[in-house]
């Protein structure tokens, strides 16, 4: 069974950079896409950013797009979040994901495509 956990969160003013991890312990996500969805308080868990298993090709939300870099580090069994010009609307808690299917060509986004998660990480941004 695939152990995700992310790391990284915190607590910073808008404007700032965070850069969130996800370890895969059980060392089985290289070969598929992986992907970031949040949480915000009252809300219901949205889609952020995905990258291919090959780094090929990522996807992002548009409210990160042009902010937000995802990237991953298949050695490491890592994959990164990295987060510029923070805002308030960015709070919520952020997860890693693995995808349903292996060597996936195509682009995923829907929590349905992927069957692993991790405990989340907490953001928040204050004004």
């Known amino acids: 069974q695939v152990q995700l956990v992310e790391s990284g969160g915190g607590l910073v003013q808008a404007g700032a950079s965070l850069r969130l991890s996800c370890i895969d312990s059980t060392r089985t996500t290289a070969w598929y896409t992986m992907a970031w969805f949040r949480q915000a308080p009252g809300k219901e868990r949205e889609f952020v950013a995905s990258?291919?298993?090959?780094?090929?090709?990522?996807y992002y939300a548009d409210s990160v797009k042009g902010r937000f870099t995802i990237s991953r580090d298949n050695a490491k069994y890592t994959v990164y979040l990295e987060m510029t010009t923070l805002k308030p609307e960015d709070t919520a808690v952020y997860y890693c994901?693995?995808?349903?299917?292996?060597?996936?060509?195509?682009?995923?986004?829907?929590?349905?495509?992927?069957?692993?998660w991790g405990q989340g990480t907490r953001v928040t941004v204050s004004s």
């Open positions: 990258v291919k298993w090959d780094s090929e090709s990522t």
């Open positions: 994901a693995k995808g349903a299917y292996i060597r996936y060509s195509g682009t995923l986004s829907r929590e349905s495509d992927f069957d692993s």
